[in-house]
C-alpha cells in the first residue's frame, strides 16, 4: 500500500455521510518489527480527514506557527474542523474511498488530538 | 529509523528533501510504502519511495502519467514499482532534515542522474 | 504557453481590430500622430547632441534609424485603416500629407547621419522643424 | 577592514542585482510619460521586495531552505507544481527579455543589428553559468553594473528643477491623455519590475550557494536593507532623467537607448559609455541568474543536487536545466519579437504571480519548527500582511490591465 492511495481518499461514515478527504496519516512507534521496517517499527495510527487541504499542508495543523495574524485565526478554524479517524475504526479501503466503521458524530476532533 | 514517538507524514516526511551519509542530496520523499503485517493490526511504515515513478501518481492526472513513463523507461527492465529506501537505511528524522545511513552511491537509486550525466553533461568539455 | 500567448497577442494589440466609430479613428489618428512627433522629438534631441560633441557609439545612427522606422511604421498601419465617414475621410486627407512629410524629412536625417557630413546633417536637422511644427498643430487639433 | 570590505561588496551586488530590463525600461517609459508621479510604485515595489528578500534570506540561512524547497514542502506536490510551470514560464520570458536587451545595447554600441548578437550573448550567459564561479559572478557585475550611478550624477548636472520634480513625487496625478487605466497598467509595471520572482529564488538559493547560516544573518540584512533601496532609487534615479529631459519633448520611449538619452545630454560621451556599460553587465548578470533560478527552482522542486558549487557532473540535471532554459529564450527572441514589448509584458505578468512565490516564504519565515526564535516581527508581519494584500490585488487586476491597455500603447 502506498500513501498515495490514501491521502485524498474521499471518507464515509457507517451511514454513508461524506467525512471528508484524507489530509494527514499519522504514525506510532509501537509493536513488533517487520521486514525493513528498522527499529523502531513505525505503525499508521490514525488518518485526518477535513475539507480544506490547503491550512494543512501549510502547516497551520500541527506546527507552531506564529503569524501572520488574520492568516493564523483563518487556517486555524479551517483546520479545527478535521477529524481524526483511527485504524481500528476502518470498515474498508476501497480506491479513493474509505468506508467507516462507525458514526461521523463518533470521531474525535483534531483540536482534541495531541500529536 | 529514528523519528520520535509519533510524528505525521506531512510534518515529517511527505516532499522532504533527502541527503545521504555523505549529505548529498538524493530526492524527494516522493511517496510511502506502507506493509499490512502477517498478523493483522495497522500497517507498518517499511520504505520512502522517490523517482519519476513514485511522484507520477502523486502528480495525477496526464503529466503524472507522462512523468512516471519517464521513470519507468529508465528503471531496469521496465519495473514499474519506484525506487524504494527501506527505513532500516533511513536514519535520523527531524522536522528540517532527512538522513540516510548509506551513501547514495550504494542505492543506485537515481538512474535519470547517471543518465543524464553521461549522455549530456558529462560530454560537454568542463563538465 | 499563455506567456506566448499574451505576448503575441500584446504585440499585435497595436495593429488590431477595425476601427468603426468615429471617435475610435480620431483616437488612433492622435496615436499616430503621437507617435510620429514622439520621432522627430527623439531625432532632433539625438542629432542636436551628436552635433555638440556629446554622442558616443553607434547610438546617434540608431536612434535617428529606430525614429524613422517607428514613424514610418506608425504612418502606414494607420493608412491601412478604412475612415468610417466622410468627416473621417477629410481628416484623413487633411492629415495624411504631412505625416508623410515628416516621414520622409526623418529619411532624410537618417541618410544625411549615415553618410557622416555635418552640412548635410545640419541642413537636414534643420528640416524637421516644419513638420514637428505642423504635427503638433494637427495633433492639438485631433485630440482638441 | 577586511569586513567592511564584505559588507561593502555585499551591497554593491544587492544594488547591481536588483535592476535588470524590467527596471530600466519601465523606469525609462513611466518617467518620459508620467513624470515622477509613478515614483510611489517604485517606492512601495522597494520596501515589499527588501522586505520579502530579508525573509527569503532568513529562512535560506535559518532552516537552510532555499524557496522551492519551502513551495514543494508546504504547498504539496500539485500546488507546487503548478506554481513551478508558472516560475518557469514567467522566468524564461524574463531571461528573454534580459538576452534581448543586452543584444539591443550591444546593437546601440556597436550599430551590428541586435539579432546578430542575441545567440553570442546566449554563448556567453551559458558560459557564466558553465563555469564561472558564483562569487566572481555576483561580485563583478554587481560592480559593473554599479555604472548605472551615472543616471543620479546626470540628475546634478542638468538643469533639473527638483522642486518640481519633487512636486511630481508627493502629489501623483494621471496626465490627462492617458487615463486611468493606462496609469494604473504602468504602476503594475513598475510594481512587477521590483518585485521580480526569479530575484528571491535567486538571493535564497544563492544564499544557500555561499552555504549561510545563522552567522551571516547580519551581513545579509545589512545587504537587503541597504543595497535593494539603493537599487530602487536608481530606477527613481533614470525614472527622473527620463522626466527631466524627455517628457518635455513628449518622447515616448520605445527603444533603450532613449533610456540613455539624458546621461548623454548630461556628461557627453563619457557618461553615455559608462551608462552602456552599466547597461551591459546588469542585463548580462541578470540573465545568467534568471537561468540559474530556473535551475535553481526545478532542482530544488524534484531534490535533485543543484547550485554552482558543484562541477557540472556532480549536479547533471540543474546543468540540463538551465541549459535548455538558455536555448529555449534564444529561440524566443529570435523570432524578431520586440524585446521591449517582451519585457513590459513580463514585468507584469510577474506582479500577476508574485503572490505564488513570495506566499509561502511569509508563511514559513512564521514557522518556529523551522525558525526557531528567528520567526518573524510583529511590525515585520504587520507590514508584510498588508504587501500581500496589495500584491494579491495587484495580480488579480493585472491580467485585465494587459488586455484593457494593449499591454500599455
Known sequence: MRAVELIGAAVYDSDGVPVGAVRDLFFEAVGGQVPDSGRPAYRLRALECGAVGLAHRLGYGHRSITGPWPLTVLMQRLVQNSLIVGWEQIAALGTGRVDLAVRRDQLRWAQQEEL | MDAGKRFSADEMLLDRQIFDADDQPLGKVDDLELTLPDGGGPPVLTAILCGPTALGPRIGGRIGQWWAAVGRRLRPSDEPYPNRIPLDQVGKVDSTRLTLTVSRDVLDADRMRDWTRDHIIGRIPGA | ?144 | ?409
Not at chain 4, 524557496?67 to 514567467?90: M, P
Not at chain 4, 558560459?127 to 557585475?141: C, G, K, P
Request: glycine share 10%; charged share 15%; with cysteine.
Open chain 3, 1 to 144: 504557453m499563455l506567456c506566448a500567448l499574451l505576448v503575441s497577442a500584446a504585440a499585435a494589440g497595436g495593429c488590431a481590430g477595425p476601427t468603426v466609430t468615429d471617435g475610435g479613428y480620431r483616437a488612433k489618428t492622435a496615436g499616430m500622430l503621437g507617435d510620429i512627433s514622439s520621432s522627430l522629438a527623439t531625432a532632433q534631441l539625438a542629432v542636436g547632441l551628436d552635433l555638440k560633441g556629446r554622442m558616443a557609439l553607434a547610438l546617434t545612427d540608431e536612434s535617428v534609424s529606430q525614429a524613422e522606422s517607428d514613424a514610418s511604421s506608425s504612418e502606414s498601419s494607420w493608412e491601412t485603416r478604412q475612415p468610417p465617414s466622410d468627416a473621417m475621410l477629410a481628416l484623413h486627407d487633411r492629415i495624411s500629407g504631412p505625416a508623410q512629410d515628416a516621414v520622409s524629412a526623418l529619411r532624410k536625417l537618417r541618410i544625411a547621419v549615415r553618410r557622416g557630413d555635418p552640412d548635410a546633417i545640419r541642413t537636414a536637422l534643420d528640416g524637421l522643424d516644419e513638420p514637428a511644427a505642423v504635427i503638433d498643430r494637427l495633433s492639438r487639433a485631433v485630440s482638441g
Open chain 4, 1 to 409: 577592514m577586511k569586513r567592511v570590505f564584505a559588507l561593502a561588496l555585499g551591497v554593491m551586488t544587492a544594488i547591481g542585482g536588483f535592476v535588470d530590463v524590467g527596471n530600466l525600461v519601465t523606469s525609462g517609459i513611466t518617467g518620459a510619460r508620467f513624470g515622477m508621479s509613478l515614483t510611489w510604485a517604485i517606492v512601495v515595489g522597494t520596501i515589499a521586495m527588501t522586505l520579502y528578500g530579508e525573509m527569503a534570506g532568513r529562512v535560506a540561512a535559518v532552516a537552510r531552505r532555499p524557496v522551492f524547497h519551502i513551495i514543494r514542502e508546504r504547498l504539496g506536490v500539485r500546488t507546487a507544481l503548478v506554481n513551478l510551470l508558472a516560475f518557469v514560464l514567467l522566468s524564461l520570458l524574463t531571461l528573454a527579455a534580459e538576452l534581448g536587451g543586452v543584444a539591443l545595447v550591444l546593437e546601440l554600441v556597436t550599430g551590428i543589428n541586435y539579432l546578430v548578437w542575441v545567440p553570442l550573448i546566449a554563448a556567453a550567459v551559458w558560459l557564466i553559468v558553465w563555469r564561472m564561479s558564483f562569487s566572481v559572478m555576483e561580485n563583478l557585475f554587481g560592480v559593473l553594473g554599479l555604472c548605472l550611478v551615472v543616471f543620479v550624477v546626470a540628475l546634478f548636472v542638468l538643469p533639473t528643477d527638483w522642486g518640481s520634480l519633487w512636486h511630481g513625487v508627493t502629489h501623483p496625478w494621471v496626465p490627462p491623455r492617458e487615463g486611468h487605466p493606462m496609469y494604473l497598467f504602468y504602476a503594475v509595471s513598475l510594481l512587477g519590475a521590483c518585485l521580480v520572482p526569479y530575484q528571491v529564488v535567486f538571493f535564497s538559493s544563492g544564499g544557500r550557494e555561499e552555504h549561510w547560516t545563522p552567522k551571516n544573518l547580519t551581513e545579509m540584512r545589512f545587504n537587503c536593507v541597504v543595497g535593494f533601496p539603493l537599487g530602487g532609487l536608481l530606477s527613481i534615479a533614470i525614472m527622473a532623467a527620463a522626466a527631466v529631459v524627455l517628457q518635455p519633448l513628449q518622447i515616448n520611449v520605445k527603444h533603450l537607448g532613449q533610456v540613455a538619452l539624458p546621461v548623454a545630454r548630461a556628461l557627453g560621451p563619457v557618461g553615455l559609455s559608462i551608462a552602456l556599460v552599466g547597461f551591459a553587465a546588469a542585463l548580462l548578470a541578470a540573465a545568467a541568474e534568471c537561468a540559474l533560478s530556473i535551475g535553481y527552482s526545478v532542482g530544488q522542486f524534484f531534490g535533485w543536487s543543484w547550485g554552482k558549487d558543484r562541477r557540472p557532473r556532480e549536479a547533471p540535471r540543474f546543468h540540463l536545466v538551465c541549459l535548455v532554459a538558455v536555448i529555449a529564450a534564444t529561440a524566443f527572441i529570435l523570432t524578431s519579437i520586440d524585446p521591449i514589448a517582451v519585457t513590459v509584458v513580463s514585468v507584469v505578468l510577474g506582479a500577476a504571480a508574485v503572490p505564488l512565490t513570495y506566499f509561502p516564504v511569509l508563511v514559513v519565515a512564521n514557522d518556529r519548527d523551522y525558525m526557531g526564535g528567528r520567526v518573524n516581527r510583529r511590525w515585520s508581519n504587520a507590514l508584510a500582511t498588508v504587501f500581500l494584500v496589495l500584491m494579491v490585488v495587484t495580480s488579480i487586476a493585472a491580467i485585465p490591465l494587459i488586455f484593457f491597455t494593449k499591454a500599455g500603447q
